[in-house]
């Protein structure tokens, strides 16, 4: 190994020569020097701290492979584009590839000299990736979003666990583990879940001095949210709790003049991929989102981020609050809070966790529902609809979504966020045959010509295809598109499958019976309280009106904060009212 003053200069020299950048801010040289000598790292950076750097710097130092585990599609492919776009080859596996693509894509991760791998965390589990991860010359592991591992942190997702296993494929291979968000709690189990051979830890302060945190108490929403935009010029995200909220709000909006778009998880990515553009390059001001909104979003200039509806805890609003002002200048975090929300917030407890019962009886139906006999299933993969599924057993989504969540977590079954299927197109008459086809109009011909122009093997095998993106290739519509393949499929000259979006039950252990199934107090009991907890944290910081904002949130991460902020709502009121003094 070089001498570190050599590793500091070679890691400089990277800095330089592939970001442009003359040094490292913060803590990123320390992360890297760490991570660069073997030592297992924790790095707790916030939003817009430069993340990326810490990992993709050491990795270009050292020979080999970096394996980046994410759980988000847009981050992937928008850093695979980045780094490709600097000379450095990378990778990515996500939902949607063909398992041909994905072997593919392991086997150049084997010969091909590739510098990066992205993956998610739900595909460490494959064989095919475990068969090929033992052949790959691996240098580090870097895990993102790593409070996802911890059962302790806002977005647990139980596939993080898995990554303890590849640890063991891989010995000796360091991890670095990267987040935005984590209460001390939450730090030290993250390390612990990772099987770190010692406690390390780089922290970066969470104070944003540019960023002013708001409550704004209001029983108009809607009226207060026209008010706030009209008032303040630049970018704006606003969140709101469900889908059809985010088209309620743009509607307004646009009815006011306002350009928006709206982003949720039930848009296909060729329409989350469009309206990200358009926002990005300033064409739309305005995204109406969801939480699934923001994560990997790299625009700096975002002035105003607004909370229509109170986030679940303090980790989920700093996170996303945390999206304005990367660019360091004057930027607003407000929450728009009504009294309601109050018994709103607490109506979730119930929906989050059903009673235990519910949980039990929802098992139940699920067997019902797939025929599945006592002792069988095991290893089994079933396509899910839940509307299907509660329409047949007179339950609501919510609650369902939540136990199956439940059943995940004590490991009876998987339950997948929804997989991306794309849609397939396959030839049914012969490439000599096409002639046939020319009396069928210009869009028709123009349609074909860039179907056969952009896929190949369409005549032997189903070739998955992007609607939105042959719609930009030809000038049609994207409904012109899909009733111009749905005509062709019709009339028996394609055979055509659209995209749709499917979750899937993974029966992780044999059907067992009702009386024998066991939620233990860590996935139930426990969690059920942490959440509790945690709601009414996003409560009191809310509707406290007498402590500075940013020490509220700086004190719920662990971090001792003596000043106050001088430009949140509640300084502002305090200052104002000592003036008022006599």
Not at 121 to 142: A, C, G, H, Q, W
Not at 213 to 228: A, S
Not at 292 to 303: L, Q, S, T, Y
Request: net charge positive.
């Amino acid at each position: 190994m070089k001498p570190n003053s050599q590793l500091s200069t070679l890691y400089s020299q990277l800095l330089k020569e592939y970001w442009g950048y003359d040094a490292f801010r913060g803590i990123q040289e320390d992360i890297i020097t760490s991570i660069g000598e073997g030592r297992d790292t924790l790095g707790l950076m916030p939003t817009g701290g430069g993340k990326s750097v810490t990992f993709q710097v050491p990795a270009l130092a050292k020979e080999g492979l970096c394996l980046v585990i994410t759980p988000m599609i847009a981050l992937m492919k928008d850093q695979v584009q980045n780094l490709k776009s600097r000379g450095i080859k990378a990778l990515a596996i996500h939902s949607g590839m063909r398992r041909q693509e994905i072997i593919v894509t392991l086997e150049n991760c084997i010969f091909g000299d590739y510098k990066f791998l992205y993956i998610s965390p739900e595909r460490l589990d494959t064989e095919i990736f475990r068969t090929k991860l033992s052949k790959m010359n691996v240098s580090m592991i870097t895990v993102d979003e790593s409070h996802c591992i911890s059962q302790w942190g806002y977005d647990f997702r139980p596939a993080y666990l898995k990554i303890a296993e590849i640890r063991k494929l891989l010995p000796g291979v360091p991890v670095l583990a990267l987040t935005a968000t984590a209460t001390p709690e939450v730090v030290k189990d993250i390390q612990l879940r990772l099987q770190f051979r010692e406690e390390n830890v780089f922290r970066m302060s969470f104070e944003r001095k540019n960023l002013a945190y708001i409550v704004r108490k209001t029983e108009n929403k809607t009226g207060e949210l026209l008010n706030i935009l009209r008032k303040m010029p630049g970018s704006a995200i606003i969140y709101v709790r469900n889908r059809r909220r985010t088209k309620e709000i743009t509607e307004l909006l646009h009815n006011e003049d306002i350009t928006a778009d709206f982003y949720h998880a039930g848009l296909d990515d060729a329409t989350k991929d469009i309206r990200q553009h358009r926002w990005q390059s300033g064409e739309s001001r305005v995204m109406v989102a969801t939480n699934a909104f923001g994560m990997g979003i790299d625009k700096p200039d975002v002035r105003i981020v607004i909370h229509m509806d109170l986030p679940d805890s303090i980790e989920a609003y700093f996170q996303e609050a945390g999206r304005a002002g990367r660019d360091g200048q004057k930027a607003y975090a407000v929450i728009l809070y009504t009294k309601s929300d109050k018994t709103t917030l607490h109506k979730r407890l119930p929906d989050t966790f059903p009673d235990k019962e519910y949980v039990k009886d929802v098992y139940e139906h699920l067997q019902y529902y797939y025929q599945m006999a006592m002792g069988d299933g095991q290893g089994c993969v079933r396509e899910f609809n839940i509307e299907d599924f509660c329409r047949k057993y007179k339950y609501f989504p919510v609650p369902v979504d939540s136990a199956l969540k439940i059943l995940t977590q004590a490991s009876y079954l998987e339950y997948t966020d929804e997989q991306d299927n794309a849609s397939r197109v396959q030839f049914t008459i012969r490439r000599d045959e096409l002639y046939k086809l020319r009396e069928m109009g210009e869009n028709m011909d123009k349609l074909i010509q860039m179907v056969l122009r952009s896929y190949t093997g369409i005549f032997t095998d189903y070739a998955f295809i992007n609607e939105e993106a042959i719609a930009a290739r030809t000038g049609l519509t994207r409904r012109q598109v899909y009733e111009q393949l749905i005509f062709l499929a019709k009339s028996r000259i394609i055979s055509y499958i659209p995209r749709k979006k499917t979750p899937y039950i993974i029966y992780t252990r044999e059907r067992v019976e009702i009386r024998h199934l066991y939620i233990p107090p860590t996935v139930y009991e426990e969690r059920k309280a942490r959440y509790e907890t945690c709601i009414n944290a996003i409560l009191d910081y809310a509707t406290n009106d007498t402590v500075c904002r940013s020490r509220m949130l700086l004190h719920y991460f662990g971090e001792k904060n003596e000043h106050d902020c001088g430009i949140c709502d509640t300084c502002i009121s305090l200052r104002n009212k000592k003036h008022r003094m006599p």
